[in-house]
């Protein structure tokens, strides 16, 4: 649970000022010279599902961090209701090494710990005290103990266990030290804690990332059941739309507010851009005919009246701004020489580190298959693929990788990159000049200024966009994607939807993402089917 910092900026609301539990009251943002969010309006009523939807780089994240006190607006302010208490999915929260997933998830109750303590103290405060102040402890000890009921703290083991299965922290290991965690594991694990909150309003940015489909649909159904209200940032779709009622969407800086699921929202927003596209090209007419009317007459004595006239009507003219275009970044995979028919063949394999984790099985993967492995998480789909590309040794088994194959490989956790996007590329590509470099990065959607920041101060959805760009520059007749769509945004997905399937070569695909891989996919391996 999160303590908000309140300020000259962000206030805290009086008794009965406004219904709502969230007022965003007219708040302009900017950053660089450019305008993040102009006089925007927000409110969140109790029981909303929020979706907060918008391109890439629009302002979805700032807009959370200045809700939440992370940052100050440049005007307007933020009004809680009083008493609240906010879950937020941070993916930075510090994991304390020695303690174990258990331990951790359990301090999502300590405000109920707390209170058991308090009671301990009361009934030793009991043993010397007044017989009117041993009732004022009994009575304090019903209410809380009532309290301790109602919230389902003697069944806190029981109710760990069921968030953490439904996130698949069971196949990690609920004994296991937080400081060992990969990157997917600690973010499923915060996940977790925010939901065993179960606070009153609950912030999520890209819940879904590391998630695989069962788990994906385990929270799907818990927000759907949520009562209380929720603020929600996702790239996934399907998911979306099945969980929210509300859309609030960021656009040229106008935060602008939807009744509705997601396709009501693309319904209702389309229509009114065709409105304001219709309205746009009307004013520009007319303004050309103004202006033309001026040029031909305002020399004329006799009707330089009506041009001046004209003039001033022009110069009063509120003009109506053409709507932004937003650039779809363009992925295209080169095909490299020639492979041979079988790429990649194993027999009687056995996927495992320490011990097994698959009974064996074989398998084989031919030339110019789009292949998708899928299964929940921890069932091996990662191990499976470094084993395949001789990463890791099999358990069990023996594999074979033609040497005919040149790879491309997109590895799915990548961190402490302090190269630049520019020399990450130029490290790997040489040859290329620099224009050459920067037009393959704007291609995959980054600006010149991301172009020259250290990768790993940018956000995973550009950071994953340069590794696909490497892609794009190399000819491989081979590429193995695992997890390439984790924080990509709707319009690069659809990009790299679109490369995967004009590509000729073979692909081996790890994807949670059934709207994703199943219309680019010639086969489908569900390696649950090999699980131990």
Not at 103 to 109: I, N, P, V, W
Not at 317 to 346: Q, Y
Not at 427 to 446: I, K, R, Y
Not at 504 to 509: A, E
Request: proline share 2%.
């Amino acid at each position: 649970m999160i303590k908000l910092c309140y300020n000259t900026k962000v206030v805290i609301s009086k008794k009965g000022e406004f219904m709502s539990l969230l007022n965003v009251v007219n708040v302009s943002h900017h950053f660089g010279g450019r305008e993040i969010l102009k006089n925007a309006n927000f409110r969140l009523l109790k029981g909303e599902h929020v979706g907060i939807v918008g391109a890439n780089g629009e302002g979805k994240s700032t807009f959370i961090n200045i809700i939440l006190g992370k940052e100050l607006p440049s005007e307007g302010k933020i009004e809680w209701a009083k008493h609240l208490d906010i879950g937020y999915l941070d993916q930075y929260s510090t994991l304390t090494k020695g303690k174990t997933i258990r331990e951790f998830l359990k301090e999502a109750f300590n405000h109920m710990f707390e209170m058991e303590e308090q009671i301990v103290k009361n009934y030793e405060e009991m043993a010397n005290c007044s017989d009117e102040r041993m009732q004022e402890l009994l009575d304090d000890i019903g209410e809380m103990q009532s309290m301790l009921e109602s919230s389902g703290f003697y069944m806190i083991d029981a109710k760990i266990d069921e968030v953490a299965n439904g996130l698949g922290l069971n196949f990690i290991g609920l004994d296991k030290d937080v400081s060992e965690l990969s990157g997917g594991e600690r973010a499923k694990v915060l996940l977790t804690k925010v939901l065993l909150q179960n606070p009153g309003i609950l912030i999520l940015d890209e819940p879904t990332n590391y998630l695989d489909e069962n788990h994906i649909n385990w929270l799907r159904n818990y927000l759907i059941n949520f009562e209380n209200a929720f603020i929600l940032v996702s790239h996934d779709i399907s998911f979306l739309n099945s969980v929210i009622n509300v859309v609030y969407h960021i656009d040229n800086a106008v935060l602008t507010r939807y009744t509705g699921n997601y396709e009501q929202f693309v319904a209702a927003y389309e229509m009114k851009k065709r409105q304001n596209d219709m309205a746009y090209e009307a004013q520009q007419r007319e303004i050309k005919q103004m202006e033309y009317f001026i040029a031909r007459n305002k020399a004329r004595v006799a009707t330089r009246g009506m041009a001046n006239s004209r003039q001033k009507k022009l110069d009063k003219m509120e003009r109506l701004d053409k709507g932004r275009v937003h650039i779809k970044p363009t992925f295209l995979f080169k095909e490299g020489r020639p492979s041979g028919k079988v790429l990649f063949r194993a027999e009687n394999l056995v996927l495992g580190y320490d011990k097994a984790i698959t009974k064996p099985f074989n398998i084989e993967i031919t030339k110019g298959e789009h292949l998708v492995i899928k299964g929940i998480n921890g069932v091996g789909k990662s191990t499976l693929i470094k084993t395949l590309l001789g990463i890791i040794k099999p358990y069990q088994g023996q594999v074979e990788m033609s040497s005919t194959i040149t790879l491309g490989y997109f590895e799915q956790e990548v961190e402490g990159n302090r190269n630049t996007p520019r020399d990450e590329i130029w490290d790997s590509f040489p040859t290329l000049n620099q224009g050459e470099v920067h037009a393959a990065l704007a291609a995959c959607g980054l600006t010149h200024e991301q172009i020259g920041s250290q990768i790993i101060t940018l956000s995973g959805k550009k950071e994953k966009k340069v590794r696909l760009c490497k892609l794009t520059i190399g000819e491989y007749n081979c590429l193995v994607l695992d997890e390439p769509t984790n924080h990509l945004d709707v319009l690069a997905k659809e990009s790299l939807q679109e490369a995967i399937k004009n590509y000729k070569g073979t692909i081996l695909l790890v994807c949670h993402e059934a709207d994703f891989y199943e219309n680019v996919a010639s086969r489908i391996i569900n390696l649950e089917d090999y699980a131990l």
